[in-house]
């Protein structure tokens, strides 16, 4: 099995690589996990995770830059699909960071979170949300094997899924109000927290893509 991490120039690509590494030892697969900035070898792949850091308008040129969109979109369509933070961002057909349309995959936008906003204990709570925050699983999964509910995840975002169909998402946390965190339909799951910096829980998600069969 040949598992292709998108190299388009956007994303902590070699923490990435390695934490789909130490997955694969938990795994049930013989896989080939490899980062590529090779179309080619993003078509030859049986999987495709495609990450993505900084600033989505930035993300989006590098990805048509690349010559890397028909192979992201083949992806799509037919492989089991991981998306991972701006990579996630970038399904939906478009964000309010720089007005810039996305690849469409998901209706829905992306928007900025409000600034001013306080916790329960009146503190205010900043912008970026950046730390550890729990995940409360919405729907079954696959990729849910051996994690709990309100299990923690390690998010870095200012900008959050809001999805138009609902049916989308699998998992909510909060940063004051409820967001979605995970979305995904048939083949292709994706998360705005950063798997590869969310330790064991981060490295179950994985170990449960490279063993998901579609």
Avoid at 66 to 92: H, R, Y
Avoid at 107 to 123: I, Y
Avoid at 178 to 192: L, M, R, S
Wanted: glycine share 10%; net charge negative; with cysteine.
């Amino acid at each position: 099995m040949k598992v292709a991490i998108v190299d388009y120039g956007m994303g902590n690509l070699h923490s990435v690589l390695k934490s789909v590494q130490a997955a694969q030892v938990l795994s049930n697969q013989n896989a080939e996990v490899y980062l590529t900035s090779r179309p080619e070898e993003v078509m030859a792949a049986d999987k495709v995770i495609f990450p993505g850091q900084g600033a989505m308008p930035d993300c989006m040129s590098a990805l048509k830059a690349s010559g890397l969109g028909e192979a992201v979109s083949d992806g799509l369509k037919n492989k089991p699909f991981f998306g991972i933070c701006v990579g996630a961002q970038l399904l939906f057909e478009h964000s309010e960071e720089g007005d810039t349309d996305g690849l469409g995959w998901f209706e829905g936008q992306v928007k900025r979170f409000l600034p001013n906003q306080t916790d329960e204990q009146g503190g205010r709570l900043k912008v970026p949300h950046m730390g550890w925050n729990t995940v409360r699983q919405t729907r079954p999964h696959p990729l849910f094997q051996d994690i709990g509910q309100n299990e923690y995840f390690y998010f870095v975002h200012s900008y959050y899924f809001a999805p138009k169909n609902e049916e989308i998402v699998l998992g909510v946390s909060e940063y004051p109000n409820e967001f979605a965190c995970i979305v995904g339909k048939d083949n292709v799951f994706a998360t705005q927290f950063h798997t590869e910096k969310s330790h064991q829980a981060g490295l179950l998600l994985l170990r449960n893509f490279l063993n998901w069969q579609i």
